[in-house]
């Protein structure tokens, strides 16, 4: 009798385990992972909200031609990433992080040369951290959605990151 139990018991936690998995539910997605999600989310966010702002506060046009390139880069990674954290289950933010806001405020501040100034100085910097981010990021995901996401990236911020320098030395040049 007590045998019986026994498979009984086994039986039906076996029966509970296997019908308690959902096939449908979306993959686990490592810490790692769902962490770069959010902070690519952050970076372009910046990059969408900064676009507009330049359009306003911009004096010179190499400044404005180089931010109208940056929020077709901004816009295409924003919609890429958001169909991978939809079917990844990963929310990701709408609003700036505090830091971003407290540079987006900064830089709203200024205009004219000072304005393009302060934006080509900060695009280098977020290009550059952005890039060691992508870069790390290729190496250590554990999810090849997100990873070859970070790839995809790498060539065009680079490419970027070499336009905006330009830009910068020739604010050098002509001071």
């Known amino acids: 009798m007590k045998y019986v139990k026994w498979n009984?018991?086994?039986w039906a936690s076996l029966w509970i385990a296997t019908?308690?998995?959902n096939?449908?539910?979306p993959n686990v997605v490592a810490v790692v992972d769902r962490t770069f999600a959010l902070e690519a989310a952050q970076t372009n966010l910046m990059g969408l909200r900064l676009g507009q702002l330049v359009q306003n506060n911009a004096q010179s046009q190499d400044v404005?031609?180089?931010?109208?390139?940056m929020n077709d880069y901004f816009n295409k990674a924003s919609n890429d990433l958001l169909r991978i954290a939809n079917r990844k289950n990963i929310p990701l933010p709408s609003t700036l992080s505090t830091i971003n806001q407290a540079d987006f405020d900064r830089l709203s501040a200024l205009k004219g040369s000072s304005f393009d100034t302060a934006y080509i100085d900060w695009s280098i910097q977020s290009h550059q951290k952005t890039i060691e981010q992508l870069?790390?990021?290729t190496m250590n995901s554990t999810d090849e959605d997100l990873?070859?996401?970070?790839?995809?990236?790498?060539?065009?911020l680079e490419q970027s990151l070499n336009r905006a320098q330009t830009i910068q030395r020739s604010f050098t040049n002509t001071m």
């Open 8 to 10: 009984l018991l086994l």
């Open 19 to 21: 019908s308690c998995r």
């Open 23 to 25: 096939e449908s539910t």
């Open 64 to 69: 404005k031609d180089y931010s109208v390139t």
């Open 135 to 137: 870069r790390q990021h």
């Open 147 to 156: 990873k070859t996401w970070a790839s995809g990236r790498l060539t065009a």
